[in-house]
């Protein structure tokens, strides 16, 4: 058994110190200059940084009905990394970082406050909580390196920090800056942006600046040397190091303090003045997130006081600190509200200065159904949900409720909006283009602004899993009876029209899964290889002597005579093959197999979809009455009747996942519709 030393020093073999040294580094002020030359980028804005974090995880091209999309790898792979994966949304992430982009390079939206828009549940706070991690995890990071800066106290050995993490450069007086940012740029090494100085030093930095000058007689150089010393600088929402946080509370227990700092009322004794800098704490939000970013909760929420101080922080980069002039400051503004908020604002003629310094990313719910599934299989799959098994399908009927909500019934005559569904998720249909689909989405702009939330959807999944402690799987049924059991008690449900609509949907999914499993069941029934392969050969057969018009000899008689026109019908009809239309059809595949014969090629029926349809179909008809899948329903079943139901069963296990007890399910769900006569064509 391995000991407690031994334990702790394998350990030890894993701890970089190396590391530790890169991220504790401290230097004096010339030092820090020498690393501009070398990395410039040190000294980008908290929009630079922002945008060449996201860019440095790698981006993709999608297309989405023809059109490219750029496809950020950070909201994807780094966010999958955190548990915080967002799929479907490359459309509005795009926007958002092109905004980011415009602010780096600085034409004009790093004077805004960026606001992500949109109904409940649809990942904006999911977003601004990535992009503060993001900016977290590249600070720490050889590309995301930044500085600060901390003075020399009166003992000589303690230092104290800039309390707004102010950048290096900010020392070097006005005057003697343009001399200096020339010969750094044009010595330093090669980089996207150029070197700036922007803004100046925070009240309390002033002042020790001040005090420290005067102690060296104006030589600001020397004073630098000697009096500061210059850190790596770690953001941390944790420790309240450049990523900030702010929630609207109670407004009797709120004052714009918290986004500006407050007096120290124990320290105005000891320096004699409220308006003596060393007795202010810099730790409001605003102040704490300079160098990064700042995230309000519920924005427009917040009361009126609040907001005038973000016209100033998003417009002139600046803060009021009680008792002092404007300071400066460099961070990233990010906000996010839903539509009722949004309208409040749109209404309130006193807000206009707000909404003129705000950039707008609508932030959709999610309308291509392959997403919606993957935002539930995150929380729902057979690594979190031990001991139950998730039945085919169980997420994707949710899934597909969830989208139906928010879509709009399509204007096109003879499209029901499930169809318009499945062409959002990639199928395609006869008549319908990409191009329609496109017109499609530009006939509703606002499409995904309305519907069902995830979180609700996550919520009825989750009360599925503990409302059946006896069963070993979950299937749709259940979650479906979920669904609507919840509808009527959704706080979210405007009215009675709404709670209607939202139920119809529901039988819509419900037909839909009828359609699938019955047509998985139908597969399982018809999966016998052998008896497709000697079906298939038979009807090829009579393909071949109608196409050249001669006779069939039969293969238990020896006997010749004409081809089997109903056996060729019955395998026709399967795909709707008309009778006008069956000539051609037969043509068809014989071209097929000939242009096949002369690459030395074997006709295999696997590699024609229609026709392989047909023949499962056809099979399937011939041997569901050999099965009496029907006298499942009425609980007498002879023994070979269930051996044939349990290869059947047997196949829905290895080709379509389920388990055991799920199958019988489906298998007996099936066979009541079977016994109903309500069999599919």
């Not at 590391?19 to 030359?37: A, C, M, P, Q, S």
């Not at 050995?157 to 020392?171: A, F, I, N, S, V």
């Not at 404007?326 to 961070?331: A, G, P, S, W």
């Not at 196949?651 to 007890?661: K, M, P, Q």
């Amino acid at each position: 058994m391995a000991t407690s030393h031994a334990i702790l020093e394998s350990i030890r073999s894993t701890i970089d110190l190396n590391d530790y040294r890169k991220l504790h580094w401290e230097g004096t002020f010339d030092d820090y200059l020498n690393v501009i030359l070398d990395k410039p980028g040190v000294t980008r804005t908290a929009y630079q940084r922002l945008y060449d974090m996201i860019l440095g995880h790698g981006t993709e091209d999608v297309y989405e009905n023809k059109e490219k999309l750029t496809r950020f790898k950070f909201f994807t792979e780094f966010a999958t990394k955190h548990g915080d994966g967002i799929y479907g949304l490359d459309r509005p992430l795009m926007q958002l970082v092109n905004t980011f982009k415009s602010a780096a390079l600085g034409y004009g939206t790093e004077r805004r406050v960026i606001l992500l828009h949109g109904p409940v549940g649809s990942a904006k706070s999911t977003i601004a909580r990535l992009i503060k991690r993001g900016v977290e995890e590249y600070s720490r990071t050889d590309e995301g390196t930044l500085y600060s800066f901390s003075w020399k106290n009166a003992d000589g050995e303690t230092w104290d920090k800039d309390p707004m993490h102010g950048e290096p450069l900010q020392l070097i007086p006005e005057e003697h800056r343009p001399n200096l940012l020339k010969m750094l740029n044009e010595q330093a090494a090669a980089h996207n942006y150029d070197i700036k100085i922007k803004g100046d030093l925070c009240p309390y930095s002033r002042f020790e600046y001040r005090e420290r000058l005067a102690k060296y007689d104006g030589d600001w150089l020397e004073m630098l040397r000697k009096e500061v010393k210059v850190y790596r600088l770690v953001l941390s929402e944790k420790d309240r190091i450049g990523i900030g946080t702010f929630q609207p509370k109670d407004e009797k227990n709120q004052d714009s303090t918290e986004l500006t700092g407050d007096i120290n009322y124990r320290k105005i004794a000891e320096y004699g003045s409220d308006s003596d800098p060393r007795s202010f704490n810099f730790d409001g939000e605003l102040n704490i997130a300079n160098r990064g970013i700042v995230e309000f909760i519920e924005v427009l929420k917040l009361d009126v006081a609040f907001l005038y101080d973000l016209l100033g922080a998003s417009q002139e980069h600046k803060i009021k600190p009680k008792k002092f002039a404007q300071t400066d400051i460099d961070e990233v503004i990010i906000a996010h509200t839903n539509e009722p908020e949004y309208k409040r604002l749109q209404s309130n003629e006193f807000m206009e200065a707000l909404r003129d310094r705000t950039v707008k990313i609508d932030i959709p719910y999610v309308t291509r159904l392959k997403d919606e599934v993957r935002i539930y299989e995150k929380d729902f799959n057979e690594v979190k949900v031990k001991g139950k098994h998730i039945a085919p399908h169980t997420i994707e009927v949710a899934a597909m409720w969830a989208i139906l909500t928010r879509l709009n019934v399509p204007k096109h005559a003879g499209l029901t909006v499930m169809q318009k569904m499945k062409l959002y998720n990639g199928k395609t249909m006869p008549g319908f283009t990409e191009d329609n689909v496109i017109e499609l989405k530009r006939d509703s702009p606002t499409e995904g602004m309305t519907g069902i939330s995830p979180r609700y959807i996550q919520d009825k999944i989750s009360n599925a899993l503990v409302a059946h402690p006896d069963e070993d799987n979950i299937n749709p049924f259940m979650v479906m009876k979920q669904l609507e059991e919840g509808l009527r008690h959704h706080a979210l449900i405007k009215d009675d029209d709404q709670y209607r609509q939202f139920k119809e949907l529901l039988s819509v999914v419900r037909e839909e899964y009828e359609d699938v499993v019955k047509n998985e069941v139908q597969r399982a029934i018809a999966a016998d290889e052998e008896a497709l392969t000697r079906l298939c050969g038979n009807y090829i057969d009579n393909v071949r002597a109608y196409t050249q018009r001669e006779k069939v000899r039969n293969r238990y008689t020896g006997d010749y005579g004409e081809p089997d026109e109903r056996l060729m019908r019955s395998v026709e009809e399967k795909i709707d093959i008309p009778e006008g239309r069956k000539d051609d059809f037969r043509r068809e595949i014989m071209n097929y197999i000939g242009a096949l014969s002369l690459d030395g090629k074997k006709f295999d029926f696997r590699t024609n979809e229609r026709l392989q349809k047909a023949l499962e179909l056809k099979l399937f008809e011939d041997q569901k009455d050999t099965i009496k899948l029907t006298s499942l329903v009425s609980n007498v079943v002879d023994r070979a009747t269930q051996e044939k139901i349990d290869v059947v069963k047997a196949r829905l296990i290895r080709n379509y996942g389920y388990n055991d007890s799920s199958a019988t399910d489906v298998l007996n769900f099936v066979a009541s519709i079977f016994a109903r006569g309500q069999t599919k064509k």
